[in-house]
């Protein structure tokens, strides 16, 4: 009788504990077979995905505004003024040269290379060049980048940043076709744009950021590159990690945490340089001591072989500002420009 009664009491037992174990798994949606949270079940989110070259290709750029604000210089041949316009949700501020009296003046984006921000002010690495091209007629916009300037504050996430300056890019891009009517508003103002001549002029790491947008936007834009930044993400910005008081020690462990989350290769402009449409003009000089002049050279030798329409000046002696060699190297610059908006 006892043995029996236990038999029962062990057999509701096994009842009881497998109605239990099938009733959690169905509803509290975890496995008690495999010791997987529900974290781990769960894809890792990544919001720097949306940076992508190739996502940032198919992302549609809203068109804002762009605002002129101070007169802050006044040459015999232009005006130089700050200007504004929006990136996402965030204000981007930059430096306009304007030429006196001209009719259909094509737009010229300027981009800088890198500059520490203590040291920054506007037209730092765009200036000089920016007065040469507007003396020759062309309209120059030369965007701050967030962070800069009077620009809204850039992501606190270092890479998101670094990122940001496409989008800024491409939303300064979206907003030239309100140039014309802010020009107009200007005072004393005669001088129109021709929206449908746009070209680009990037040095150093500005070239790298050209570069990016060519193949993001796939446009016909003429482009000129002085001592472009042409290796591959993120060794472009990991080769210059001697100048930092940590060398590099902060950076790298970003780039490693970066890494670890997305495929590199697809934010890295050497893996898209299909997609160029432009014709490009590269300048470099063999005395540059921030861009190896062997880094053009086969970056060059790269484009030739994929058929892209590309010209290569080099200067003996050169250095990362193309000196002692720089009105040579602009004056070719805008015949560059010339040349394509005369077909036009």
Known sequence: MKRNLLLFVTFLLVLVASIVLIYLNGHRGESLVYPVSKEQLSPTPK?????????????????????????????SQFYTYMFSFATGNKKATGLANIPLETKDAPIILLIRGFVDPPLYEPGIGTKRVGEAL???????????????????????NPMEERFETYTTMLSLIAALPTLPNAISQLPKMTTTADVAK????????????????????????????????????????????????DYGKKLRKLVADFEDDYDVDEYTITGYLEWISAPLQIHQGSADDAVPKKWSDSFVDTLKKLGKDVTYFTYPNGDHNLNPSWDLAVGRSINFYKNHFISK
């Open 134 to 156: 507007v003396n020759a007629g062309y309209i120059t916009l030369a965007p701050d980048f967030l962070g800069y300037g009077t620009s809204d504050n850039p992501s606190v």
């Open 47 to 75: 919001p720097l995905a949306r940076y992508t070259i190739p996502a940032l290709g198919s992302t549609p750029f809203s068109k804002s505004t762009i605002m002129f604000g101070q007169l802050i210089g006044e040459g």
């Open 198 to 245: 746009v070209g680009i002029w990037g040095h150093s790491n500005g070239g790298n950021i050209a570069l990016a947008i060519l193949e993001i936007t796939g446009k016909t834009y003429p482009a000129v590159l002085w001592a472009p930044v042409t290796k591959p993400f993120p060794y472009s910005i990991l080769y210059y990690t001697d100048e930092y008081e």
